[in-house]
Structures are given as structure tokens and as C-alpha cells.
């Protein structure tokens, strides 16, 4: 069965600051990945995801993120992150079907600081 | 509307009552999903529906009770609910083609629930 580890609950950064939230997935064949981020009160939304090809993913709103199959990880980075980036991040790995079992991580919760 | 709707975004409800969450997707999607989402907890996928018909349900007590009419809509039915069933409850759409490959789901707001 798949399973997704976000070893960190909650990450503070300052304002204008890196960052890198890590994610890291079992899955027995190749996955299909994704990260999403959850503002208070607010539903899930994509922000980028890897299906297959080129390891280093962009997504919305400036965030990238690597796969690298030797480590079983599917970091998020942003070089430069703003006070509007507060909010929780969800990983997610998915297995291939004609409707979609995602299976997601338990979150980190991101604090921006001025 | 755009994307995923659901409503109400907040819902207070005895255990005795009987209520219902709506989901409507306006992306032409053919796969819809229920998930529950407690403090501290993974997302929970409770239903899913593909072409109108169930074709996951993990477990989930009989006190939650699908219904997906069509495509575009899905209801959760609720009764008897206990307090521990307070969360957030997300809906979420996707293409869902048979024998697809990997597809995106796209989330609704969500309806907070709390049972008193």
C-alpha cells in the first residue's frame, strides 16, 4: 500500500526567507505525486504535481518541486517566501486507475514571520 | 460558478437530525469524492463515485449515505451523527476516465460540520 510521510508538523520562516518542505513516499511502482496547500477554512489546491518526465516540477505561485526516486522524496521549495504563503501543505501519492486513490500526508503547517 | 461548489460551508447539527452536504462540480469532470478532514489526521477518502457509480467505500458507517444523481452532483446524507464526526468534510472532482492514467483532483471549499 502507498504512504506518504511529512516528517514536519509546523515550519516557521521569515518573510523574503527559503523554503523547503519535505515529502517522502512508498509506493511500489513509479507514483504519481502531488502537492497541494490549504488556507484556514478553505478547501485543497494544486499546486503542481508529477506524473512522469522532467524530475524538477513548477507549479502556481512560485513553488517548485524535485522527485528523486533514489530517496523516495518529493520536496516543495519556494526561493523567496511571502506572508500570503501561510497556510498548511498537503503531499500526495496516487496510483494509476481509472479514478484516482490518492493517498495524502498528515500536512505541515507553515508560519511566515515578518 | 467555477469549479467545485459545496454547501453549506458551515453546518451546527444534533445527533438526532438529518441533514445533507451538496457538491457540484462545473468542470465536466466523471468522478466525484467525499473526504473527511479531522484536526491531526490524513485526509480520510470516505466515497467515490465514477460515472455515477460507486466504486469505493472505505469503511465508512451506514450514518453516511451517498448520493450522486449525476455527473455534476453529489450529496452526503447525514443522520444520527455522533460528535466525533465534527470535521471538515472536502469535495473533490476529477476526469475520471476509465483506464486513464493519473488524473488531478480539483477541491471544493468545504462544509465544516460540528455535532453537538
Known amino acids: 500500500a502507498q504512504s506518504v510521510t511529512q516528517p514536519d508538523i509546523h515550519i516557521t520562516v521569515s518573510e523574503g526567507a527559503s523554503l523547503e518542505l519535505r515529502c517522502n513516499y512508498s509506493?511500489?511502482?513509479?507514483?504519481?505525486l502531488f502537492w497541494y496547500v490549504q488556507s484556514p477554512g478553505q478547501g485543497l489546491q494544486l499546486l503542481l504535481k508529477?506524473?512522469?518526465?522532467?524530475?524538477l516540477v513548477q507549479g502556481i505561485k512560485g513553488f517548485e518541486a524535485e522527485f528523486k526516486r533514489s530517496q523516495s522524496s518529493f520536496n516543495l521549495r519556494k526561493p523567496s517566501v511571502h506572508w500570503s504563503d501561510a497556510a498548511e501543505y498537503f503531499c500526495?501519492?496516487?496510483?494509476?486507475?481509472?479514478?484516482?486513490?490518492?493517498?495524502f500526508g498528515t500536512g505541515t503547517k507553515l508560519q511566515v514571520i515578518p | 460558478e467555477t469549479g467545485v461548489t459545496q454547501t453549506p460551508r458551515h453546518l451546527v447539527m444534533g445527533m438526532t437530525n438529518k441533514k445533507s452536504l451538496k457538491c457540484e462540480q462545473h468542470?465536466?469532470?466523471?468522478?466525484m469524492y467525499w473526504y473527511k478532514q479531522s484536526a491531526k489526521k490524513p485526509l480520510e477518502l470516505m466515497f467515490v463515485?465514477?460515472?455515477?457509480?460507486?466504486?469505493e467505500n472505505n469503511s465508512v458507517p451506514s450514518r453516511f449515505s451517498p448520493e450522486c444523481p449525476n455527473s455534476s452532483h453529489l450529496f452526503l446524507h447525514l443522520h444520527t451523527l455522533q460528535p466525533e464526526d465534527s470535521a471538515l468534510y472536502l469535495c473533490?472532482?476529477?476526469?475520471?476516465?476509465?483506464?486513464?492514467?493519473?488524473?488531478?483532483?480539483?477541491f471544493g471549499p468545504g462544509t465544516r460540520l460540528l455535532v453537538l
Open positions: 468542470l465536466g469532470h466523471n468522478a
Open positions: 473533490a472532482s476529477s476526469q475520471g476516465v476509465p483506464g486513464a492514467n493519473q488524473e488531478t483532483q480539483y
Open positions: 509506493y511500489g511502482a513509479t507514483p504519481y
Open positions: 463515485y465514477s460515472l455515477e457509480e460507486r466504486v
Open positions: 508529477y506524473f512522469s518526465g522532467d524530475t
Open positions: 500526495a501519492v496516487g496510483a494509476s486507475g481509472g479514478y484516482q486513490k490518492v493517498t
